[in-house]
């Protein structure tokens, strides 16, 4: 089976510039999580989702980001402006629904850097 | 306080040694624990999930105390391929939000 799937692998793009990573959990997989990870705040989740529906965005940095589910299988985290400090491996992850322990699968990330 | 707290390594141990990784939790209502690997640049992986009795996967094993909110892993017989970082999760308080906390992981450095 599929794993989580990313993209872009990587983006490089100049700051004010409006960057959107895509994601697509596995099929069937109820919940979907995006984390950022830098060396000096490590793995921090900024938002999730339960059957397309966002639960919880109060790890959002600010304004400038946004993230949707249009449907089961696909989602994107949108930066607009982009910033330096928005340089980071962000991830995507998915799980099914929370019965017992329960993982999360992620993808292989986007590394995104901000000039 | 972090609410999962790791000791950050890194850990160098050579060849064969026996090693252990411990980690703290804040929330007493956390109800599911894991450990996860990540290697360099790479995404984290589940290594095992941690049972309330302890378990043994190889050359791993994982226990819980939750009197003490601690988790440990023990690495046994270690590899050069063991090296990475090993991530602490527990699961964000008692109800099925599906939100896992990350720590911030803990280096281990195999040398031949």
């Known amino acids: 089976d599929a794993g989580v799937i990313q993209s872009p692998r990587h983006e490089v793009t100049e700051m004010g510039q409006e960057v959107t990573l895509r994601c697509k959990p596995i099929s069937g997989h109820d919940y979907l999580f995006w984390y950022r990870q830098t060396m000096m705040r490590g793995l921090e989740l900024l938002i999730y989702f339960n059957n397309n529906v966002p639960i919880d965005d109060s790890g959002m940095p600010e304004d400038r980001f946004s993230a949707k589910m249009p449907n089961a299988s696909f989602s994107t985290l949108k930066i607009q402006p982009s910033e330096p400090r928005d340089s980071a491996v962000y991830f995507c992850?998915?799980?099914?629904?929370?019965?017992?322990?329960?993982?999360?699968?992620f993808g292989d990330g986007t590394r995104l850097s901000i000039l | 306080r972090k609410e999962v707290e790791q000791d950050p390594g890194p850990f160098n141990v050579p060849e064969g040694a026996t090693v252990a990784f411990n980690c703290t939790y804040s929330n007493s209502a956390s109800q599911s624990f894991f450990w996860y690997r990540q290697d360099c640049r790479k995404e984290p992986k589940l290594l095992m999930s941690v049972y309330s009795s302890g378990n043994e996967d190889g050359r791993f094993t994982a226990q819980l105390n939750r009197a003490s909110q601690y988790i440990s892993l023990l690495i046994r017989d270690s590899k050069l391929s063991d090296s990475a970082t090993y991530l602490c999760?527990?699961?964000?308080?008692?109800?099925?939000?599906?939100?896992?906390?990350f720590g911030q992981g803990t280096t281990l450095q195999v040398k031949p």
């Open positions: 999760v527990v699961t964000h308080g008692s109800g099925n939000t599906g939100k896992l906390i």
């Open positions: 992850a998915s799980s099914l629904a929370v019965r017992g322990n329960q993982p999360q699968h």
